[in-house]
Every structure is written in structure tokens, then in C-alpha cells.
């Protein structure tokens, strides 16, 4: 049985897609982008504000469930610029510690409403 995740402290889908869903014990959640769920608007225009958004966003539904940070088992980072990644490996070391997920890190050639940054994860259910 898959359920739907939702939440209002991260930005709702915009398409045919769920914030998350939970499959089993998994908690498979979208990409986020810097989206101010309160406002709709990207959170600022560069790659710290933004990627400070996300991780909130991404808290956000890992709260809904009843998880944190420590029940991510796997992330992929999407990155328009790859040199921001000693910035967003910052911030992100901020937000997780040992054992860290599993972890993907890729250059893209453009992100939804022209944002430099898009984090997916994989939690397990306690």
C-alpha cells in the first residue's frame, strides 16, 4: 500500500506528483526546491538561502511523518553549478551527522523556476 504525504511546511506539488510518499517502511520524498511554502516565492537568489530552504523543506516533511534528519538513508543533491558544492556540503553537514545517507551529487543543466538547487531523500520509517 502506498500512502501520500503531505504537508503544508513544505511547498505543495505543482503537477501530478506527491511532497512524498510512503511505501512500506520508506519515505520516498520529491526533489525540493528553495520554495517558501508560507509564500511561494524562491528563497533568495543565492546558492546559501537557497539551499538553506531546501533543508528546510526537506524538515518539514520528514516532521510530518514523525522523522528527522537522522532517518534519511539516501539523498541526490542537483546542482546548476557544481562549484557550489563546498557551499551546499556545508550547510548540508549542518543538518546531518554520522552514519551520513548514502549520498549522489550531480550538475544539471537547469532546475525548476530557475533555482541552483534540488535535493530529493529516501528516510526509513521508525
Known amino acids: ?4 504525504v503531505c504537508t503544508n511546511n513544505a511547498p505543495a506539488a505543482i503537477g501530478p506528483y506527491s511532497q512524498a510518499v510512503i511505501a512500506g ?3 520516498y520524498a520529491s526533489g525540493q526546491i528553495p520554495i517558501d511554502p ?11 538561502s537557497q539551499a538553506e530552504q531546501v533543508f ?3 524538515g518539514g516533511i520528514l516532521e510530518c511523518v514523525g522523522l528527522g534528519f537522522s532517518d534519511v538513508v539516501k539523498t541526490t543533491v542537483f546542482l ?3 562549484n557550489d558544492f563546498g557551499t551546499v556540503n556545508k550547510i548540508y553537514g549542518e543538518y546531518f551527522r554520522p552514519p551520513y545517507p548514502a549520498r549522489s551529487c550531480v550538475q544539471v543543466a ?3 523556476k530557475s533555482v541552483k538547487i ?3 531523500i529516501i528516510a526509513k520509517l521508525k
Not at 508560507?38 to 546559501?48: E, H, L, M, S
Open 110 to 112: 537547469a532546475l525548476p
Open 1 to 4: 500500500m502506498i500512502k501520500q
Open 38 to 48: 508560507k509564500t511561494g516565492n524562491v528563497a533568495g537568489d543565492d546558492i546559501t
Open 118 to 120: 534540488e535535493i530529493e
Open 56 to 58: 528546510k523543506n526537506i
Open 25 to 27: 517502511d520508506t519515505l
Open 80 to 82: 546548476t553549478d557544481i
